[in-house]
């Protein structure tokens, strides 16, 4: 099965490179690894499972809720993508964190949501940090981070963990120098435990700048010829 010794090889090529980097930089903390799964069969989940993969990271709703069922083994799952308040609904009892919050009225429905299943919902804030037109996330500005946590800490069903970026894909790394700051300082006022930053292209750079979870897609599942 070609599939499978392919994504061997790249998850044994990771794990390297994290512990390689893990040594370069002397950082002692875990660095989880996250497989992204959107757009791979659920054969393909699996397999990842099976090499012991224990966090996945979940892009669109509909498209989880059709492949959960197909999961042979049970992951930690995080919610990553834009996620609509309509939505919050549908995956609320079905992910274990959500790591795309940047907004108070996204906040506001995943405690409800929460409350109403008597769960506590975590969450991480997405974090805008090079301030792209583009993409979702709250501005990178200490203060601005800072009080958008506070404001969300009011919430009884709802505990930020921490932060999370999708920085632009050139000269990344003082992006997550920059989500290291900003990280340093929630650590210290909130308890936060958390910075999720680092994919495929740029995973070691956001290793050596901090990061806890590195969410990888292409890297991991990708068929090498
Ligand atoms: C797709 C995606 C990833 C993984 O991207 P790769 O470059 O394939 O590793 C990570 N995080 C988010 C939010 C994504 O949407």
């Known amino acids: 099965m070609r599939g499978k010794s392919s994504m061997n090889e790249n998850y044994k090529l990771i794990i390297n490179n994290i512990n390689e980097t893990k040594l ?19 054969e393909m989940v699996n397999k990842a499972l099976s090499l012991g993969i224990e966090l996945l990271g979940e892009n669109r709703v509909q498209e989880y809720l059709s492949k959960r069922e197909k ?30 919050v940047d907004s108070l009225k996204l906040a506001a429905e995943i405690d409800r949501q929460a409350k109403k299943h008597s769960l506590s919902m975590d969450v991480l804030v997405e974090v805008n940090i090079a301030n792209e037109q583009t993409k979702g996330g ?52 909130f308890n936060a435990d958390i910075l999720s930053m680092g994919m495929s292209g740029d995973y070691q750079a956001a290793i050596k700048h901090g990061a806890n979870i590195v969410r990888l897609g292409s890297a991991l599942f990708r068929q090498n010829a």
């Open 24 to 42: 370069k930089y002397n950082i002692k903390d875990e660095v989880r690894l996250m497989a992204v799964t959107k757009n791979v069969e659920p």
């Open 71 to 100: 999961y042979t083994k049970k992951a930690e799952i995080h919610f990553i993508g834009g996620l609509q308040t309509n939505k919050v609904k549908y995956i609320i009892d079905k992910v274990d964190l959500i790591q795309s």
């Open 138 to 189: 709250i501005s990178g500005e200490y203060s601005v981070v800072e009080e958008f946590i506070s404001t969300l800490n009011a919430f009884e069903n709802l505990r930020v963990r921490g932060i999370m970026t999708i920085p632009p894909p050139m000269n990344s790394e003082r992006y997550f120098e920059r989500m290291n700051g900003l990280f340093q300082k929630l650590k210290a006022k």
